[in-house]
């Protein structure tokens, strides 16, 4: 059966960005919606592109203090008698930048819409690429992240009654949504992620499984620096189906970060779009109503691809190997997938098949599989 797929997009969503030395460029997101375009995606009658809407006031305070989403707008608004840096704000990560709040704020309704649709019925799966900022907390921004997207939206679908699991295959771990879900058995959070002693945000090790109601219901798997497709997809295998299985959920929520890649500039797996692809399939089987969500990937060469690769799945259409021509003009590249992939160290490689198994062994004793 052909599901119908809401793809949540509009030129307001890379209108605005961190600014031109911040590694999350908004023109991932132009780059995605274009190559999507040029593939024929929105042609398929069961591909419907909504443009995301604004979260509202109450909306963002679903999760985020109402303190906060004031100092959110001021700041966004230019005012600057304010201690930026005691919310997370500064040159850097977070940088300050003109209509932030409206900017980031339309990445939370967006995944909010895309809820709501799948809610009542309109689209079976539903892709929010804009967001998956999932390093932020109720009262801070943190990690490019200013509005925590996946945690209002969670809290939203929790008040609609339903059970989530959320699994967050980007390269860091998701601490602001594991946070936020901490102490509760509704929601599962399942984060595969580069080991936190080697990268940002230095969290996510197996031990920390909730606390509470919410003991045994968040699950971290920390991976060492240049795990390839093979090592990464059977981890996954090992972990995330018998636990979504068993937590028999209403809905996935997944925050699909490609910055997994090799070729990623901040982080060391070593993913190519065939192992990314993969992943989306089995995110896809799990049969679940789907609420996909974006997330890091910072070269962009591959998050285009990568994310072009996801609605392939997602709509059940395989697109042509080569490039549209009209976007190998403007952006190079000739290949919708790699063509090459890392070259890695063998005696590295069986290292770390021994260490992810040592891993994955200590995940399935620690939450009983
Ligand atoms: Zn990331």
New binding site residues.
């Given amino acids: 059966m052909t599901r119908q797929v809401a793809f949540l997009s509009s030129a307001e969503l890379w209108r605005r960005g961190h600014g031109p030395q911040h590694p999350l460029k908004p023109e991932r997101l132009q780059r995605t919606h274009e190559l999507l375009e040029e593939v024929g995606a929105f042609q398929l009658s069961n591909v419907h592109v909504i443009a995301p809407r604004l979260a509202t006031f109450e909306e963002l305070t679903l999760f985020h203090t109402a303190e906060y989403v004031n100092i959110v707008r001021a700041l966004s608004n230019g005012q600057q008698d304010i201690p930026a840096s005691r919310y997370g704000f500064g040159p850097g990560d977070n940088p300050v930048f003109q209509s932030m709040a409206e900017s980031e704020g339309r990445k939370v309704g967006s995944a909010l819409l895309a809820a709501e649709r799948l809610i009542n019925g309109d689209c079976d799966i539903a892709f929010s690429y804009g967001g998956g900022l999932?390093?932020g907390a109720p009262q801070r921004a943190s990690?490019?992240c200013v509005f925590n997207d996946a945690a209002v939206v969670i809290h939203w679908l929790l008040k609609q009654g339903l059970r989530v699991a959320y699994v967050d295959i980007?390269?860091?771990h998701g601490d602001g949504v594991q946070a936020a879900f901490y102490d509760s058995d509704k929601v599962l959070t399942i984060s595969l992620?580069q080991d936190g002693r080697t990268l940002?945000p230095g969290s996510g090790f197996v031990e920390d499984t909730g606390t509470g109601p919410g003991s045994g219901y968040s699950v971290n798997v920390p991976l060492p620096p240049y795990v390839d497709d093979a090592l990464y997809l059977w981890a996954f295998s090992r972990v995330v189906p018998p636990l979504i299985a068993r937590f028999e959920p209403d809905i996935l929520v997944s925050q699909l970060?490609v910055?997994t890649h090799y070729r990623d500039p901040?982080?060391n797996l070593a993913l190519t779009t065939a192992g990314q692809e993969r992943l989306f399939r089995e995110l896809d089987s799990l049969g679940l109503r789907w609420l996909a969500l974006g997330?890091?990937?910072?070269d962009i060469g591959v998050v285009p691809r990568s994310w072009t690769l996801a609605m392939g799945v997602m709509a059940s259409c395989t697109w042509p190997e080569e490039l549209p021509a009209g976007y190998r003009r403007r952006y190079g590249g000739d290949w919708l997938r790699d063509t090459e992939g890392p070259v890695l160290d063998p005696r590295l490689q069986s290292l770390n098949r021994v260490r992810v198994e040592q891993v994955v062994e200590a995940v399935r004793r620690e939450h009983h599989l």
């Fill in positions: 999932h390093h990690g490019f980007d390269v860091h992620h940002f970060g910055d901040l982080a997330g890091g990937g910072y």
